[in-house]
T-cell receptor
Framework: DAGVIQSPRHEVTEMGQEVTLRCKPISGHNSLFWYRQTMMRGLELLIY????????DSGMPEDRFSAKMPNASFSTLKIQPSEPRDSAVYFCASSLRGTGNTIYFGEGSWLTVV | SQKIEQNSEALNIQEGKTATLTCNYT??????LQWYRQDPGRGPVFLLLIRENEKEKRKERLKVTFDTTLKQSLFHITASQPADSATYLCALNPNAGNMLTFGGGTRLMVKP
């Protein structure tokens, strides 16, 4: 299995630009998570999908952030407009729904907003 | 407020010794707790899961304990090796389901 695939791996963009991060979960997994990691705040859950439906988006910091999952094999996290404080590593992860199931992380998208 | 606390200071130990990392939580009643390993520039990787009705879980050189009265989990690596150097994260589910909340992680450095 290829694991969770994220793109781009690295992105440097100017403040105000739109950023789109992409994720392909592990085939057969029905839960998908977007996390953000920074030195100050650690690993924070932004949004969680189950069967392509957003279940909990309470971690999305503000309206500039949006996430979609149009089908079981693809999700996007969009930031528009981006700000320097959005600079972080964004991880996508997937799992099989069920209590205690392991979450599998991608390698992350390293975002720098200048 | 709900908190998951791990020692933010790095733990430095000598090769061959046992490393013990601590995860404390408040205002949660998790059904299970997980430990992950994260190497620099990589995503976290699952290591072990322990359920609320389990006191201890082992996997090779790893051992996890879970004390729901103390609200604490301990993560042990016996016969530590330099290759064990990484950041270790604990995670628990704040409510029913498989949504995980992570602690800040503890960096372990094993010196040869």
């Amino acid at each position: 299995d290829a694991g969770v695939i994220q793109s781009p791996r690295h992105e440097v963009t100017e403040m105000g630009q739109e950023v789109t991060l992409r994720c392909k979960p592990i085939s057969g997994h029905n839960s998908l998570f977007w996390y953000r990691q920074t030195m100050m705040r650690g690993l924070e859950l932004l949004i969680y999908f189950n069967n392509n439906v957003p279940i909990d988006d309470s971690g999305m910091p503000e309206d500039r952030f949006s996430a979609k999952m149009p089908n079981a094999s693809f999700s996007t996290l969009k930031i528009q407009p981006s700000e320097p404080r959005d600079s972080a590593v964004y991880f996508c992860a997937s799992s099989l729904r069920g209590t205690g199931n392991t979450i599998y992380f991608g390698e992350g998208s390293w975002l720098t907003v200048v | 407020s709900q908190k998951i606390e791990q020692n933010s200071e790095a733990l430095n130990i000598q090769e061959g010794k046992t490393a013990t990392l601590t995860c404390n939580y408040t205002n949660y009643s998790p059904a299970y707790l997980q430990w992950y390993r994260q190497d620099p520039g990589r995503g976290p990787v699952f290591l072990l899961l322990i359920r609320e009705n389990e006191k201890e879980k082992r996997k090779e050189r790893l051992k996890v304990t879970f004390d729901t009265t103390l609200k604490q989990s301990l993560f042990h690596i016996t016969a530590s090796q330099p290759a064990d150097s990484a950041t270790y994260l604990c995670a628990l589910n704040p409510n029913a389901g498989n949504m995980l909340t992570f602690g800040g992680g503890t960096r372990l450095m094993v010196k040869p």
